[in-house]
């Protein structure tokens, strides 16, 4: 029986490959000043901050890292938001993003930081501003990967980071003819500018529409 590295893998390496043969690749790739992302690009995800690969965690989902800018767009990454996040949790270092997902994992769930997990749905990469319809048809042109990768991750919880999200994980789940088992939550992006109480506070009063997780 395969492990979960190696099948994250093998799935990762067919994701590439339908990165080249994306005939919607004008439609659903992110751009600037009418320059598109590579389609060959590919940023993988899927595990965070501990290198044992397990089931049962909490899942992180983003929109799509964001790897570009304008002046570096048509250029390799500069950064990989994966690296990045592991670093900042390892080094506890205080960027809005990282630090509102660790403040949902250990405040609200009472987790530790290594029993979580993060992916994009996106993976070429993209901007600051993330284009919904671009994102649409992305996850629809790519949604058997998706399911796929969150069926691999087989999560405790899923927590959708950024509104829209979980219409998303909805519709590539009913286009593969399929049902996410897992309960699923969506909340504000975390670099969304609002105190860390309010922040969290919504977030608890997401998971208590959730039996399993009403005392949280």
């Known amino acids: 029986m395969e492990n979960l590295e190696v099948k994250m893998k093998k799935l990762f390496e067919k994701w590439k490959q339908d990165h080249k043969k994306d005939k919607l690749y004008e439609y ?4 600037i000043d009418g320059k ?4 060959e690009n590919f940023i993988s995800d899927g595990f965070c901050v501990s290198n ?19 002046d570096s767009i048509i250029d390799k990454e500069k950064i990989k938001e994966y690296e990045y996040l592991k670093n900042c949790f390892a080094d506890n270092k205080k960027t809005l993003f990282p630090t509102r997902i660790k403040n949902m ?21 993209g901007l600051s501003y993330t284009n919904m319809a671009i994102l649409n ?5 790519f949604s058997d990967n998706i399911v796929n990768e969150i069926e691999i991750i087989n999560p405790e ?11 998303i994980i909805n519709m590539v789940y009913t286009k593969c003819d399929k049902k996410l088992n897992k309960p699923i939550v969506e909340v504000n992006h975390p670099s969304y500018v609002i105190s860390k109480e309010k922040y969290l ?8 529409k ?6 949280s």
């Open 36 to 39: 598109i992302i590579p389609k």
């Open 105 to 125: 994992q250990e405040e609200v769930l009472y987790k530790n930081i290594d029993d979580m997990t993060f992916m994009n749905i996106n993976k070429r990469g």
């Open 28 to 31: 659903d790739t992110p751009s």
């Open 52 to 70: 044992v690969i397990k089931e049962n965690t909490i899942l992180y989902i983003s929109k799509e890292s964001h790897e570009y800018n304008k």
């Open 210 to 215: 959730i039996d399993k997780f009403k005392q």
């Open 201 to 208: 506070n919504s977030f608890r009063e997401e998971l208590r």
């Open 157 to 167: 919880l899923v927590i959708c980071c950024g509104i829209g999200l979980k219409r």
């Open 137 to 141: 048809t992305y996850a629809m042109q």
